[in-house]
């Protein structure tokens, strides 16, 4: 065929005839570890589909817009990805936003707003995209946190939230597993992501008495996230986790956060939680 001749319809049925692209769907694929995420997946042949509320750099992912924390708007933008591409073979959930505030003082329509977007944000796009990745035999990876298993200072509703994904994970597995899907949790340590940026930490004014210990807080977690891993190699554990023949339901990324998730297991919580409040520089 002519260069000419080539128009995005010829190169789909094209693709078609050689058995067909794989499609992955990525929400919160226009920053950081989800962004990393999308171009290794491009570059593994996968079609891939970005949902987010900004849209991704690049012209080759395309940008389903949508806000997490608005119900209803994830799985229409699922819907709308699984149905042009008539099924899933991969969908990652990366979305993901924290906090630093005191518990005594967190206004309500905060956590509950962190909650919408790291949980039942996940909890809606999973059910709508499961009936496409059933399909295909497709796989869920689902972005949680090392600190999902240890309480952050003063970002307790992200731990929690966090730990929520897991269980989400672990069970949807039970779930989906004998449909042909399988559901993973990756954690990731700190991560040199904007996600440091658009934490939302409470000011002197909204914190009171609790604003030195929210400010060391909140200083220690901003440099071990600066620190700390680079995204493209979180990405590239969750290609990984997603090409494996028997995916463990929860996978932590990164040697290092390897081991401390183990410790946090092994140890009792009086002895993490005393670590923790030596890291976070709390008394
Ligand atoms: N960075 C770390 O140290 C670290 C450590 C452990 C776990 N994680 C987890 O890794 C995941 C990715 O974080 P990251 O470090 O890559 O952060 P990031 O660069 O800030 O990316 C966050 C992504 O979430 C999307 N998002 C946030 N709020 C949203 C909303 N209301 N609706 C739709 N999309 C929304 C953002 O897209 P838009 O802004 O365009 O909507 C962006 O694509 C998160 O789940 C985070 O909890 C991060």
Redesign the pocket.
């Known amino acids: 065929m002519e260069e000419s001749e080539k128009t995005p319809q010829t190169e789909k049925a094209a693709e078609e005839k050689k058995g067909g692209r794989r499609t992955a769907i990525v ?10 995420t999308a171009l290794r997946l491009l570059a593994k042949g996968f079609r891939v589909f ?6 991704f750099r690049g012209e080759r992912v395309h940008t389903i ?6 119900e209803g ?2 799985s229409r933008a699922v819907y709308a990805a699984a149905e042009e591409a008539d099924g899933v073979d991969l969908f990652v ?6 906090m630093a505030a005191p518990l005594e003082y967190a206004k309500s329509r905060d956590y509950r ?1 962190l909650f ?3 949980y039942f ?1 996940a909890v809606e796009a999973l059910r709508a995209v499961a009936p496409y990745l059933k399909k295909r035999g497709g796989r869920a990876i689902l ?5 999902g298993g240890v309480p952050i200072p003063y970002d307790g509703f ?1 731990s929690a ?2 730990a929520a ?1 897991e269980m989400l994970a672990r069970e949807s597995d039970l779930e989906l597993r004998p449909h042909g899907v399988r559901v993973s949790a990756i ?12 934490r939302r930490v409470y000011s002197d004014e909204e914190s009171l008495g609790y604003t030195p210990s929210v400010k060391k807080a909140s200083a220690a ?1 901003a440099n ?2 600066q620190g ?2 680079n ?1 493209s190699l ?1 990405a590239d554990a969750i290609v990984k986790l997603s090409e494996k023949r028997n995916p463990p339901p929860v996978a932590v990324a990164g040697g290092k956060n390897t081991v401390l998730r183990y410790l946090g297991k092994v140890l009792p919580e009086r002895v993490t939680d005393w670590a923790v409040r030596r890291k976070f520089n709390q008394k």
């Open positions: 929400v919160g694929g226009s920053s950081g570890i989800g962004r990393e970005n949902i987010s509320r900004t849209p817009e949508a806000d997490a924390a608005q708007e994830l959930y990366s979305a993901g936003y924290s707003y919408e977007v790291n944000g972005v949680g946190s090392l600190g992200y939230s966090k994904i954690l990731p340590g700190g991560t040199a992501t904007d996600f440091t940026y658009s977690l071990m996230e700390g891993m995204p979180v």
